[in-house]
């Protein structure tokens, strides 16, 4: 995620500085060395393309967009980063505007018919540089609406949206415009970001975007003071203090600031953040962890899942499908899903997940029966146990111990007899 500031000086005559450049090059070395795919990503245009605090707009304004002279000073500076990299194979792809022009703002209303414009422009000039990398083209409004992309803009080009569910966590956002219109363009659709909330929803996420053959990037992977990201920062003792200010509180001790700002930069460091497993095993949709039972597979009927009713539609979470997902709370403050599934009798539902390396897994379940007594059975690879549920009450039941291959596995929930409430999975060592 580039700013701009970092490669181009401020003012009326502005010229490029070597600072910023220099640290593009050692990412992109980092990378090489590490086999990872680079996606360079405007995050903050010059002038400013959305107007928010993402992209570092000196008046909180889209001026990307207000003043030609900042549309000339972006064009220059995708023309020398296509031209340092055009031959570089770790970089994939530029990414040319980063949620350009929001509509809650009133930006998007005054200046989104010059979105296509610019875009064509861009595309035009770093093609006389560089006719080989991709090139992907975020839609205005936080890069999700894509009304404006009626026809393809140009060959090798890949289309962006972001995914946040930022309602509650009983909405698994819809993608079906975005398949829609990849259909329409033929062309590759990708997400740029998705994250900001748990687990529940990471896991289903990954399988939903894999089942519908879209990549994505989760952002962002290191934040601070958080428990959500697969890394966070130590936040410094005085940071508050600095983020007071940005606000329009009372300004630092500079001596204070500048040990913060140090402070910052060790904690930053890889070695110096806290690692979290279960994140990046909800990502990968792996094992050790929870599975949700809400985030059964994305296949469909018969594949994975079969209810009785197919006409029935959920009230929550996946409204397009008929297994009925239920919310154990209603509370707005519970940032990620207090949900459960009703299976009745002979229903079943399959998830499917990843073990990095070949070993032994205690299965539980969580459930209550909304019955006398439930049956069940639990089918792992083919290894079968039957299960008797007893207790109106969420609680977990031990399944049994498994040996598990690597790589891809899957598990099968059916009820024998009898009806219960399922909300979750357990596998760990």
């Known amino acids: 995620a580039l700013n701009s500031k970092l490669f181009l000086t401020e003012g009326d005559n502005p010229v490029f500085v070597d600072e910023g450049f220099i640290l593009m090059d050692s990412l992109v070395s980092w990378c090489t060395k590490h086999k990872l795919y680079v996606i360079i990503d405007m995050h903050g245009a010059p002038g400013g393309q959305t107007g928010a605090n993402i992209d570092d ?65 861009l595309i035009r000039e770093i093609r006389k540089v560089d006719p080989k990398h991709m090139i992907t083209l975020e839609g205005f409004d936080w890069s999700n609406d894509w009304s404006l992309f009626d026809k393809p803009l140009a060959d090798n080009v890949f289309y962006q949206f972001h995914y946040y569910c930022w309602g509650r966590p009983d909405q698994l956002n819809d993608i079906s415009q975005f398949l829609k219109k990849r259909e329409e363009l033929n062309t590759p659709v990708w997400v740029g970001e998705t994250g900001e909330k748990g687990n529940t929803i990471y896991w289903a996420t990954t399988q939903y975007f894999e089942a519908n053959n879209i990549g994505f990037s989760f952002w962002p992977w290191k934040k601070m003071d958080t428990q959500n990201t697969p890394y966070s920062i130590k936040k410094p003792l005085y940071w508050d203090l600095i983020a007071e200010y940005t606000r329009g509180g009372p300004k630092p001790d500079p ?103 070949k070993g032994g897994y205690q299965v539980d379940l969580s459930a209550a029966v909304l019955s006398k007594d439930a049956v069940i059975d639990v089918t792992i690879n083919g290894n079968n146990v039957a299960k008797k549920i007893e207790g109106g009450t969420l609680a977990k039941h031990p399944v049994g111990y498994f040996t598990l291959p690597a790589g891809t596995n899957k598990i099968q929930v059916r009820v024998r007899s009898g009806s219960l409430k399922l909300d979750y999975l357990d596998l760990y060592h």
């Open 57 to 121: 707009s000196p008046n909180d304004l889209p001026e990307l967009f207000m003043d030609l002279k900042n549309q000339d000073r972006l064009v220059d500076l995708w023309v020398r980063i296509a031209a340092r990299y055009k031959n570089n194979p770790t970089v994939a792809a530029y990414d040319l505007l980063n949620e350009p022009l929001p509509v809650n703002t009133g930006s998007a209303d005054k200046y989104k018919h010059l979105l296509v414009p610019l875009y064509q422009r």
């Open 255 to 357: 001596k204070l600031a500048e040990e913060t700002f140090n402070q910052f930069l060790e904690n930053i460091k890889l070695d110096q953040c806290q690692y979290f497993e279960d994140v990046c095993n909800a990502i990968m949709t792996r094992i050790p962890g929870k599975i949700q039972a809400e985030n059964y597979g994305h296949e469909g009927f018969m594949i994975s899942y079969y209810v009785k009713d197919t006409s029935f539609r959920s009230a929550f979470y996946r409204k397009n499908e008929p297994v009925n997902i239920v919310l154990d709370s209603e509370d707005e403050k519970v940032f990620w899903s207090e949900q459960s599934i009703i299976l009745k009798d002979k229903e079943w539902v399959i998830y499917t997940f990843n073990n990095r390396k």
